[in-house]
Nanobody, 118 residues
Framework: QVQLVESGGGSVQPGGSLTLSCAAS????????MGWHRQAPGKQREFIAF???????LFADSVKGRFTISRDNAKSTMYLQMNSLQREDTAVYFC????????????WGQGTQVTVSS
């Protein structure tokens, strides 16, 4: 089993920045790809980005060029650097992980709230 804990959420003004962290514990050697997702009020959860164990990354068009994903395998932690935040980025942000060879996300964190408001 793997446990994921997000941190770093909060309130920020439009145009501001935040960095989210996702700390993994448990059977971390089984983790391949990790990802970020978000869910705004009244909307379905949406994919934002993922990063492989070798740090290859993919982003959703909605955040491309504004968000950066990274991971520190030694610390078992993944990060999401969010710049130029917009009101539409307001959501609960979740991290996820999947085992090597898995085709779907095996583990999810509890989420952290990000609010973009003036």
């Amino acid at each position: 089993q793997v446990q994921l804990v997000e941190s770093g959420g909060g309130s920020v003004q439009p145009g501001g920045s935040l960095t989210l962290s996702c700390a993994a514990s448990g059977s971390i050697d089984s983790i391949g790809t990790m990802g970020w997702h978000r869910q705004a009020p009244g909307k379905q959860r949406e994919f934002i980005a993922f990063i492989s164990r070798g740090s290859s990354a993919l982003f959703a068009d909605s955040v491309k060029g504004r968000f950066t994903i990274s991971r520190d395998n030694a610390k078992s932690t993944m990060y999401l650097q969010m710049n130029s935040l917009q009101r539409e980025d307001t959501a609960v942000y979740f991290c996820s992980a999947r085992r090597f060879g898995a085709s779907s996300w095996d583990y999810w964190g509890q989420g952290t709230q990000v609010t973009v408001s003036s």
